[in-house]
């Protein structure tokens, strides 16, 4: 009887020291990450307005917006694979690739700036990128989309719904609309549970991994609403990455932006492989023991590693099924510039 | 008064003599079209369930069932532009493009057969060609496909509770839950409505291009639940068609099979430019001109051209959203093979 009173009284014990420090990591957490908002905040000069977002998601999926007539914004960023492509840089025209990883739209709108060397300030800025590069979508000019669009009567009259005027359809509105879209792009995950004061949303290997990622620095630069995004960082800051890649300094052609990149959202990281700017490693584990190595000259055992992906998946979320319901695109007219495969034929 | 009176009699009289050629059409039209039913009926061996039909909009879906890792079902049988790719033929691997134009998988299942020369039997027997094609998703062979499958944890599960048995992913089930979801691409249209009873789903203009459609001979090949899809037809019976193609002759090798063709569905025609086998003409009214030359002898005028179209375009149809709702595929795991750019490397 003595025997089981204790025994009763160490479980009770080991449970209250749980949930202290399962309150104490919540705390702590609470420091480096924010639960996500069911919308990204639209900047003033694009509200979010669902015809807009619905605009937006037509403009996302037409393949019509690349010269083709085959990409589109879908075909890199698929939202039946969390926003990526799953390749490591991305394929487009003449199935040429690109030089980088298709980082995923999702969550997107909550970072600092967007591609890789955050070249684009805003998500307007970045969505007319991709439709003009020549190994993505190679459109030959903002000029070409818009008289391509023109000749589209279902667009004329959505363009004129949504944004009014005598010349609604522009390249900064075609941006405008594609980002409103994106702005809808938000995955809530378990994590945002456990964030919001659920401790048991996430299981004890998972919440162990989260302390890892804390304790060991991860969270240092991964952290803010999508558990990174939100600066920038040389990759190699302790031990070189064997890349030809300069990353930001290609931009800027200053020193210290040499090796320097976007530091990515973790967010459904799980599901965005294969992994860096040059999608060269495929297996999350490894990707974790490298950043240890490079970022924070640690060496993690097997043990944290697997713990820290335990957790890594718990940000695996949920895309919201509005977007993921593919549009009804409007049909073409008898003037609508027809596909062309080559880009000077 | 008198004047009056004489007045509305004509008004009435023409009315019901409307209604009567109203209903004289409806009949007329019976003869030759039936209404689309809710699904398309499965063969014995392939029966329709809800959960097979979740895992063939996955493998429809499926970028992986390319060897690139970037090239679905849908990005040639695109559901956002009614199950075809709006180009002349097919562009995959390596940017080729293929032979032929692009049918609609939209009510597909309703043909007497698959591809243009009709070289499939079943819908289970056209999904295994293109994932095969070099010049589409070009996989080097089936068993390749099954072992790729085989790699991802969440398809295993999902063949498993489809399928049972020990060794449920196999070619021939890839095919058979792809079959079972295009089974549920049903496209009903007002003119289902008016089949059904309801002469006012279509407006006058409408009806009078249904009746040209009838009596002009259109519908003696163009008819059925698909209004098309039932039979093969030379293309070019009274006057040649040029093109290269020697159609089911390249099948068969037999002398009466030269430039036959399986009669394309005319359901959501509208949307489903260009037309013909070569995807060589854009414009519907052009379509139609070649039709009454080549394969009726006749020398359609505008204005009935003008009509038939306006029929023609009341067959676009809705599809279903389920069908539409883009899924969230399984990730793959480490063992997967990795995608390839090319086919020989």
Not at 191 to 213: I, S
Not at 278 to 287: C, N, Q, Y
Request: hydrophobic share 40%; aromatic share 8%; glycine share 6%.
């Amino acid at each position: 009887m003595r025997i089981l009173k204790f025994a009763l009284l160490s479980v009770a014990v080991a449970s209250v020291s749980a949930v202290a420090s399962d309150t104490d990591l919540l705390n702590k957490a609470k420091n480096y990450f924010k639960p996500l908002p069911k919308e990204i905040p639209a900047p003033k000069d694009n509200p979010t307005t669902a015809e807009k977002v619905e605009l937006g998601k037509k403009l996302y999926y037409d393949p019509r917006l690349s010269l083709s007539g085959v990409i589109s914004c879908n075909t890199c960023h698929n939202l039946a694979t969390f926003g990526v492509d799953n390749v490591p840089t991305a394929l487009g025209h003449e199935f040429k690739t690109g030089g980088r990883n298709s980082p995923t739209v999702l969550n997107a709108g909550f970072h600092i700036a967007q591609f890789w060397d955050g070249r684009a300030k805003t998500l307007e800025d970045q969505a007319k990128g991709p439709i003009l590069a020549h190994v993505e979508m190679a459109m030959p000019n903002p000029e070409f989309v818009v008289l391509k669009l023109k000749t589209i009567p279902g667009y004329v009259k959505e363009f004129k719904k949504v944004f009014g005027g005598n010349d609604p359809i522009t390249y900064d509105n075609v941006a405008k609309a594609i980002a409103a879209f994106e702005r809808t792009l938000v995955t809530p995950s378990r994590f945002d549970k456990f964030l919001k004061g659920d401790t048991n949303a996430l299981t004890k290997k998972e919440k162990e991994g989260l302390r890892l990622f804390i304790d060991k620095g991860c969270a240092s630069c991964h952290n803010g609403v999508a558990v990174g995004g939100e600066m920038f960082a040389k990759f190699g800051i302790v031990k070189p990455y064997p890349t030809p890649d300069m990353g930001k300094y290609k931009v800027t052609k200053k020193e210290e932006d040499k090796y320097v990149f976007k530091v990515p959202s973790l967010r459904n990281i799980a599901m965005t492989y294969p992994y860096f700017h040059d999608g060269s490693v495929w297996d999350l584990k490894e990707a974790v023991r490298i950043m240890g190595e490079t970022q924070l000259g640690i060496k993690l055992s097997h043990d944290e590693i697997d713990k820290i992906v335990a957790f890594l998946k718990s940000l695996t979320g949920e895309i919201p099924e509005s977007a993921r319901t593919v549009p009804v695109l409007p049909a073409s007219s008898k003037d609508t510039p027809k596909p062309k495969l080559k880009i000077h034929d």
